[in-house]
């Protein structure tokens, strides 16, 4: 594809698919490291809140502060942020002092800090390549996301198994040093910054207004939204599955959670040969209906060979609704407005799975839909619900076919 052979965005990918196969062997070890120090549905969907709900919080804020900076020095100073995250889960883990709690204020920490990274990380994918390679860039980037999701889990089982958790969390720290040597030698167009003539407060209630008064983005996030909060969340609560339900340990965790990527890889893989932005919000809307099905199946699972292949199915229909929207949003913000703008994404698609999981555990744990198999019932329930709004919410969607 003609967007490989940029070269900002050929030295940016080969950064972040080191950094990110880094990144999801540490979400590994911490989804494996909350089940085993509790052995809660509870806590694990607590330790997932606690590392996205603070960008509900900070990512609009965040989303204006990258709106008004150098865009490539924010990046920078981001990444090293989390590297030192990084190194302090391996610390304590090294030393012993890993709790709970000490993980629950970890966790937090990477929350702020994603809610720093993720509006710089979508904005800069606009400033990286030129218009027209825009969709092109914004699909493989997906796919590159997605490929280290398919690997990474598989390389962290590995890694927990032979080296365990806190050498899990170290290689994650020195992979971030491949981002940061790419984002040196990466060159963006000079850009104008704003002045900060008026307030955060003032911008942000800017980048709000132009989003409600925005119907078609407005909805694009919502649909994202609801697909996140039901179907994403059960994702995020694999280790319980892994372990409570199909009986698998840490192994079954990396392999449900590499199925989860290799669907989401050919979700990738299937819009990047869309070459249309309404035909890739169809496909969207499609996934979204399909996603809420397939969690009401995966519900129904107790099989581990089936639970793999409909985690996969999950992946993919996750996937297809998530980028296939975001893909219609980057070509219709105005750059102006897109860090603001792709914060308020950034709160629908990485916050809402974590309070998803968070509800979905503590009914399952409670036993809200019965006595027995209480993590099952709720997740059927779920994605009941996930279906049914879907529905109701992309019928112009899906009845737009171009």
């Not at 809402?352 to 839909?369: D, R």
């Given at each position: 594809?003609?967007?490989?052979?940029?070269?900002?965005?050929?030295?940016?990918?080969?950064?972040?698919?080191?950094?990110?196969?880094?990144?999801?062997?540490?979400?590994?070890?911490?989804?494996?490291?909350?089940?085993?120090?509790?052995?809660?549905?509870?806590?694990?969907?607590?330790?997932?809140?606690?590392?996205?709900?603070?960008?509900?919080?900070?990512?609009?804020?965040?989303?204006?502060?990258?709106?008004?900076?150098?865009?490539?020095?924010?990046?920078?100073?981001?990444?090293?942020?989390?590297?030192?995250?990084?190194?302090?889960?391996?610390?304590?883990?090294?030393?012993?002092?890993?709790?709970?709690?000490?993980?629950?204020?970890?966790?937090?920490?990477?929350?702020?800090?994603?809610?720093?990274?993720?509006?710089?990380?979508?904005?800069?994918?606009?400033?990286?390549?030129?218009?027209?390679?825009?969709?092109?860039?914004?699909?493989?980037?997906?796919?590159?996301?997605?490929?280290?999701?398919?690997?990474?889990?598989?390389?962290?089982?590995?890694?927990?198994?032979?080296?365990?958790?806190?050498?899990?969390?170290?290689?994650?720290?020195?992979?971030?040093?491949?981002?940061?040597?790419?984002?040196?030698?990466?060159?963006?167009?000079?850009?104008?910054?704003?002045?900060?003539?008026?307030?955060?407060?003032?911008?942000?209630?800017?980048?709000?207004?132009?989003?409600?008064?925005?119907?078609?983005?407005?909805?694009?996030?919502?649909?994202?939204?609801?697909?996140?909060?039901?179907?994403?969340?059960?994702?995020?609560?694999?280790?319980?599955?892994?372990?409570?339900?199909?009986?698998?340990?840490?192994?079954?965790?990396?392999?449900?959670t590499t199925a989860a990527g290799a669907g989401a890889v050919a979700a990738g893989l299937l819009l990047s040969r869309t070459g249309s932005a309404g035909r890739e919000a169809w496909l969207a809307a499609q996934g979204s209906v399909a996603a809420g099905a397939v969690l009401a199946l995966f519900g129904l699972t107790h099989d581990f060979a089936a639970g793999v292949a409909v985690v996969a199915l999950l992946g993919f229909a996750t996937t297809l609704c998530t980028i296939g929207m975001q893909v219609e949003l980057q070509s219709t913000v105005d750059n102006d407005y897109r860090g603001r703008v792709v914060s308020l994404w950034g709160v629908v698609t990485i916050a809402m799975p974590s309070l998803g999981s968070t509800l979905i555990g503590t009914l399952a744990?409670?036993?809200?839909?019965?006595?027995?198999?209480?993590?099952?019932?709720?997740?059927?329930?779920?994605?009941?619900?996930?279906?049914?709004?879907?529905?109701?919410?992309?019928?112009?969607?899906?009845?737009?076919?171009?």
């Amino acid at each position: 594809m003609k967007v490989l052979r940029n070269r900002n965005f050929a030295l940016y990918s080969a950064g972040n698919i080191v950094s990110w196969l880094g990144l999801w062997m540490q979400r590994l070890g911490i989804g494996w490291l909350s089940w085993d120090l509790t052995h809660s549905a509870v806590w694990v969907g607590v330790v997932s809140m606690a590392q996205f709900l603070p960008i509900i919080g900070f990512g609009p804020l965040f989303g204006v502060l990258a709106d008004r900076v150098d865009r490539k020095r924010y990046a920078i100073a981001v990444q090293v942020v989390q590297m030192g995250i990084a190194g302090l889960l391996w610390v304590a883990c090294a030393l012993d002092v890993m709790t709970p709690i000490v993980l629950v204020l970890l966790c937090t920490a990477i929350g702020i800090s994603s809610a720093a990274h993720q509006p710089i990380r979508l904005a800069l994918v606009n400033d990286l390549v030129p218009r027209d390679l825009l969709q092109q860039a914004i699909t493989i980037n997906s796919v590159l996301f997605n490929t280290s999701r398919f690997v990474g889990p598989a390389l962290g089982g590995l890694a927990i198994a032979t080296v365990g958790v806190a050498s899990t969390f170290a290689i994650n720290a020195v992979s971030y040093l491949a981002i940061l040597w790419s984002l040196t030698l990466v060159e963006l167009p000079t850009r104008t910054t704003r002045p900060a003539s008026r307030g955060m407060a003032s911008d942000l209630r800017a980048g709000l207004a132009y989003v409600w008064q925005h119907r078609p983005i407005l909805q694009l996030m919502l649909v994202a939204g609801q697909t996140a909060f039901f179907a994403r969340g059960a994702i995020e609560l694999m280790p319980a599955f892994a372990d409570a339900v199909f009986e698998r340990g840490s192994a079954g965790l990396a392999t449900l959670t590499t199925a989860a990527g290799a669907g989401a890889v050919a979700a990738g893989l299937l819009l990047s040969r869309t070459g249309s932005a309404g035909r890739e919000a169809w496909l969207a809307a499609q996934g979204s209906v399909a996603a809420g099905a397939v969690l009401a199946l995966f519900g129904l699972t107790h099989d581990f060979a089936a639970g793999v292949a409909v985690v996969a199915l999950l992946g993919f229909a996750t996937t297809l609704c998530t980028i296939g929207m975001q893909v219609e949003l980057q070509s219709t913000v105005d750059n102006d407005y897109r860090g603001r703008v792709v914060s308020l994404w950034g709160v629908v698609t990485i916050a809402m799975p974590s309070l998803g999981s968070t509800l979905i555990g503590t009914l399952a744990h409670w036993e809200v839909l019965g006595t027995s198999g209480g993590l099952s019932n709720v997740t059927l329930a779920s994605g009941v619900a996930c279906a049914t709004l879907a529905w109701l919410s992309t019928g112009q969607l899906r009845a737009r076919k171009t």
